[in-house]
């Protein structure tokens, strides 16, 4: 049964009309002093918060537009005076639509404050660092300005409390070595987290609170729960959060702009290609588009590498095609060249893993792909052939595909069960994501083996239950 939620003052007012006139003042007294009371604890422990952004270039004034929102204090810091003062001037370096309007004309406005004084933000609760990392001669990114912002707030903070969120864009392994320089000066009292930015010039405020994701990498969950609410005091509900490590993060930012990055470079060769051929690109365009119906890319997950009827014909005519139009390294042959490489390092895992000339391995999946028999250019053939070729015993289990393969290889000892197939083996090499891979009892294959290695191409498998059983797993990337 549903009960209705008691108003507090519906019922001391209901309350007051049931007793005399002379103790109704009496009631009024009390409650008024527990009024008077609560609003005082209020104010006490719920005190307006100042958040902190340092560097005021494009990324650190978008945000603080919309950190605006929140009602907390933004502090925006910038070493550089002149632009401090164009901005105290409400003059604005840089064009973004809407900006300026938001950052000195708005009522929300009224909560941002610029300074070149570092001190100014000392009472900060977050510090958002948003400060240029421009590329080296070498095409790494230069972080000193990095430094010097982390440096400089944390001379600050002293014993204080505070979260340091960095948003300039940094190789994986810089956050890390932040992280353990803290650790390393016994500064506890201050988190890190590195929460990447992806908006767009030219819309950045209306991706900001419409489309960014708000991606949070930390050894810490007491600091991403606190980032996390910060943001969603103002952001969208269907805001979209993603927490990890600190790696994964930055990986997530090199991946995010790169990918975008060959998307572009991929459509401006097609265009090429469409003015010598007669074609039209926005109609191609299009039917790529169509694509993320059979493939999207929310769903991409790593392989042994693509195989198949198609993939692998239709890039080496389409390979052909670029280069007799004059594309002699085309997007497409890297894409070639990429997958086997792939395919030759899943190789040398599992190579290592087993004493060539008297190792057996066995293959789990033969086919290039679940629900189908088919083995036309499955990575299988080949990563056969190089164990083959190194003078290992190979078994296999396939639901389906055993018929076909045996006609290429009918040395390979082939099983209709997998844990047949995994009896002494001395390594375990996952090709393809059938159900009755998926579904291995793991601890009982520990018992099976003769050495407890798994390469698992396909990631189908938990990874603290294959330490719990004792193998020694390598996968895609995943841990």
């Known amino acids: 049964m549903k009960h209705k939620k008691r108003n507090p003052i519906r019922v001391y007012v209901k309350k007051l009309d049931s007793v005399s006139k002379q103790d109704k003042w009496g009631y009024m007294k009390q409650g008024l002093t527990g009024l008077f009371l609560l609003i005082s604890i209020c104010i006490i422990t719920f005190p307006e918060n100042q958040v902190s952004i340092v560097g005021c270039g494009y990324v650190g004034l978008a945000m603080a537009a919309v950190f605006s929102d929140s009602g907390h204090t933004i502090i925006c810091i910038d070493t550089d005076r002149n632009k401090i003062s164009q901005l105290k001037n409400n003059v604005l370096p840089i064009y973004e639509?809407?900006?300026?309007?938001?950052?000195?004309?708005?009522?929300?406005?009224?909560?941002?404050?610029?300074?070149?004084?570092?001190?100014?933000?000392?009472?900060?609760?977050?510090?958002?660092?948003?400060?240029?990392?421009?590329?080296?001669?070498?095409?790494?990114?230069?972080?000193?300005?990095?430094?010097?912002?982390?440096?400089?707030?944390?001379?600050?903070?002293?014993?204080?409390?505070?979260?340091?969120?960095?948003?300039?864009?940094?190789?994986?392994?810089?956050?890390?070595?932040?992280?353990?320089?803290?650790?390393?000066?016994?500064?506890?009292?201050?988190?890190?987290?590195?929460?990447?930015?992806?908006?767009?010039?030219?819309?950045?405020?209306?991706?900001?609170?419409?489309?960014?994701?708000?991606?949070?990498?930390s050894e810490s969950a007491h600091a991403i729960q606190n980032v996390e609410t910060f943001y969603r005091s103002f952001l969208s509900d269907n805001t979209k959060f993603l927490k990890t490590n600190f790696e994964t993060a930055e990986i997530i930012k090199y991946a995010w702009n790169s990918f975008s990055a060959i998307r572009i470079a991929y459509v401006n060769e097609l265009a090429d290609l469409c003015s010598l051929l007669h074609g039209d690109i926005s109609?191609?365009?299009?039917?790529?588009?169509?694509?993320?119906?059979?493939?999207?890319?929310?769903?991409?997950?790593?392989?042994?590498?693509?195989?198949?009827?198609?993939?692998?014909?239709?890039?080496?005519?389409?390979?052909?095609?670029?280069?007799?139009?004059?594309?002699?390294?085309?997007?497409?042959?890297?894409?070639?060249?990429?997958?086997?490489?792939?395919?030759?390092?899943?190789?040398?895992?599992?190579?290592?893993?087993?004493?060539?000339?008297?190792?057996?391995?066995?293959?789990?999946?033969?086919?290039?792909?679940?629900?189908?028999?088919?083995?036309?250019?499955?990575?299988?053939?080949?990563?056969?052939?190089?164990?083959?070729?190194?003078?290992?015993?190979?078994?296999?289990?396939?639901?389906?595909?055993?018929?076909?393969?045996?006609?290429?290889?009918?040395?390979?000892?082939?099983?209709?069960?997998?844990?047949?197939?995994?009896?002494?083996?001395?390594?375990?090499?996952?090709?393809?994501?059938?159900?009755?891979?998926?579904?291995?009892?793991?601890?009982k294959a520990s018992q099976l083996c003769h050495k407890k290695n798994i390469v698992d191409a396909r990631n189908l498998y938990d990874v603290s239950l294959l330490k719990k059983f004792g193998f020694n797993y390598i996968n895609m990337g995943a841990f």
């Not at 004309?105 to 948003?130: G, L, R």
């Not at 365009?285 to 997950?301: C, D, F, H, M, R």
Request: aromatic share 8%; hydrophobic share 35%; charged share 20%.
């Open 283 to 443: 109609k191609v365009v299009q039917g790529i588009a169509l694509s993320e119906e059979l493939l999207p890319t929310a769903v991409l997950k790593p392989g042994p590498g693509y195989g198949g009827s198609c993939f692998p014909k239709d890039t080496s005519g389409f390979k052909n095609l670029l280069k007799t139009q004059g594309f002699a390294s085309s997007l497409v042959q890297q894409a070639i060249e990429s997958n086997e490489l792939h395919k030759e390092r899943l190789i040398q895992d599992i190579l290592a893993n087993v004493t060539q000339q008297q190792g057996t391995v066995t293959l789990l999946g033969l086919s290039f792909k679940a629900n189908t028999n088919d083995i036309r250019s499955a990575p299988s053939i080949d990563i056969i052939r190089a164990l083959m070729h190194n003078g290992l015993t190979i078994k296999a289990y396939d639901p389906q595909a055993i018929q076909d393969m045996k006609r290429l290889f009918p040395e390979v000892h082939y099983y209709k069960s997998p844990y047949e197939a995994i009896k002494n083996t001395d390594c375990i090499v996952v090709l393809t994501e059938w159900d009755q891979i998926k579904q291995i009892d793991l601890e």
């Open 97 to 217: 639509p809407e900006l300026a309007e938001r950052l000195f004309f708005s009522p929300q406005s009224k909560h941002i404050v610029f300074t070149n004084d570092f001190n100014d933000a000392k009472d900060s609760d977050v510090y958002f660092v948003c400060v240029p990392t421009p590329t080296n001669t070498d095409g790494d990114c230069d972080r000193t300005y990095l430094y010097s912002a982390f440096d400089s707030i944390i001379n600050i903070c002293g014993n204080a409390p505070a979260i340091i969120c960095i948003k300039s864009t940094v190789s994986p392994g810089t956050i890390r070595s932040l992280y353990t320089y803290l650790q390393e000066q016994e500064l506890d009292n201050i988190e890190l987290v590195y929460n990447p930015e992806f908006m767009r010039e030219g819309c950045a405020l209306q991706d900001i609170y419409t489309k960014n994701p708000v991606i949070l990498g």
